[in-house]
Nanobody, 127 residues
Framework: QVQLVESGGGLVQAGGSLRLSCAAS????????MGWFRQAPGKEREFVAAISRSGGNTYYADSVKGRFTLSRDNAKNTGYLQMNSLKPEDTAVYYCAAKWTGNAIAVVSTTREYDYWGQGTPVTVSS
């Protein structure tokens, strides 16, 4: 089992920045690919960004490319989502997820492939 706890969400004005963290415990974090998803009220959960277990590969949704940066520190068992130039349409609950993989460079972008999920942290961007 892997436990994931997100933090760092909050209220920010449009154009501002937030950094979300995802702290993992329970298993060797470096064996897991990680992703971030978000769900706005009344909408389905959507992919935001993913990072390989090594941290060497990342992949972003078109809607956040160039504004969000995903990184990880395996020594600290933590992943980070730096969100810049935030827009009101980024308002959602943000979830991190983890998937065990033997492939050090694989990134995973689909919800159903992830095995473990955090409880989410809300982000509200005011206009």
């Amino acid at each position: 089992q892997v436990q994931l706890v997100e933090s760092g969400g909050g209220l920010v004005q449009a154009g501002g920045s937030l950094r979300l963290s995802c702290a993992a415990s329970g298993r060797t974090f470096s064996n897991y690919a990680m992703g971030w998803f978000r769900q706005a009220p009344g909408k389905e959960r959507e992919f935001v960004a993913a990072i390989s277990r090594s941290g060497g590969n990342t992949y972003y949704a078109d809607s956040v490319k160039g504004r969000f940066t995903l990184s990880r520190d395996n020594a600290k068992n933590t992943g980070y989502l730096q969100m810049n130039s935030l827009k009101p349409e980024d308002t959602a609950v943000y979830y991190c997820a983890a998937k065990w993989t033997g492939n050090a460079i694989a990134v995973v972008s689909t919800t159903r492939e992830y095995d473990y999920w955090g409880q989410g942290t809300p982000v509200t961007v005011s206009s």
